[in-house]
């Protein structure tokens, strides 16, 4: 149980296209998800918390205009990256809390989007 | 939001024997920390998690130790495995909003 999936595992896109990442809950809702961008060799940075039915929670010097997060039902969050440049190239995961069992602190993991701008 | 410092960066260690790594955190309202494996290009997994109730936690070769008024917390890995080779990270959970800050990372490699 607790399986989150991402789609897709890998896109290429050019510079200054858009490119939207899905992230969806298979055996469980979750009103909370959360997105997170890594660098090669780096640390899981969390972008912003994802909330079912009103505006994404953005971290302290990510674009919120640049990174559109919708979170539209109790399975899916979707990642839109506007505009994209080189810069951008990076591996996203999402993770997800169990809206079913409130008591819970884990977060459950996608397998993350390889992106890169070209 | 919380800030999580992670050490030592690299760690080599002969098969057999044990390995630590520590991470400090710097908000004390902080309540859960899990540490997590990862290896190149996958998520992230789980491998063991302490609440701030608790002091330690052990899963067989696996302890997690945590010193609340210090605002750290350990990794211990003992009798290690080629296997264990893998990047590790710890993280931090901001009681306010559910979100986990994550530590720098451990890269691990377990010498045969």
């Known amino acids: 149980g607790a399986v989150v999936s991402q789609h897709p595992s890998w896109v290429i896109c050019k510079s200054g296209t858009s490119v939207k990442i899905e992230c969806r809950s298979l055996?469980?809702?979750?009103?909370?998800m959360f997105w997170y961008r890594q660098f090669p060799k780096q640390s899981l940075m969390l972008m912003a918390t994802?909330?079912?039915?009103?505006?994404?929670?953005?971290e302290q010097g990510v674009e919120k205009d640049k990174f559109l997060i919708n979170h539209a039902s109790l399975t899916l969050s979707t990642l839109t990256v506007t505009s994209a440049h080189p810069e951008d190239s990076s591996f996203y995961i999402c993770?997800?809390?169990?809206?079913?069992?409130?008591?819970?602190?884990?977060?459950?993991f996608g397998p993350g989007t390889r992106l890169t701008v070209t | 939001g919380e800030n999580v410092e992670q050490h030592p960066s690299t760690l080599s260690v002969q098969e057999g024997d044990s390995a630590v790594i520590k991470c400090t955190y710097s908000d004390s309202a902080s309540n859960y920390f899990p540490w997590y494996k990862q290896e190149l290009g996958k998520r992230p997994q789980l491998i063991i998690d302490?609440?701030?109730?608790?002091g330690e936690k052990k899963d067989q070769r696996i302890a997690v130790t945590l010193n609340k008024t210090a605002k750290h917390f350990s990794l211990h890995i003992t009798e290690t495995q080629p296997e264990d080779s893998a990047v590790y990270f710890c993280?931090?959970?901001?009681?306010?909003?559910?979100?986990?800050?994550f530590g720098t990372g451990t890269s691990l490699t377990v010498i045969p």
């Open positions: 993280a931090a959970r901001y009681n306010t909003g559910n979100q986990f800050y």
């Open positions: 055996d469980f809702q979750a009103t909370t």
């Open positions: 994802s909330n079912e039915g009103s505006k994404a929670t953005y």
């Open positions: 302490i609440r701030s109730n608790v």
């Open positions: 993770s997800a809390r169990d809206a079913g069992r409130p008591s819970s602190y884990e977060q459950y």
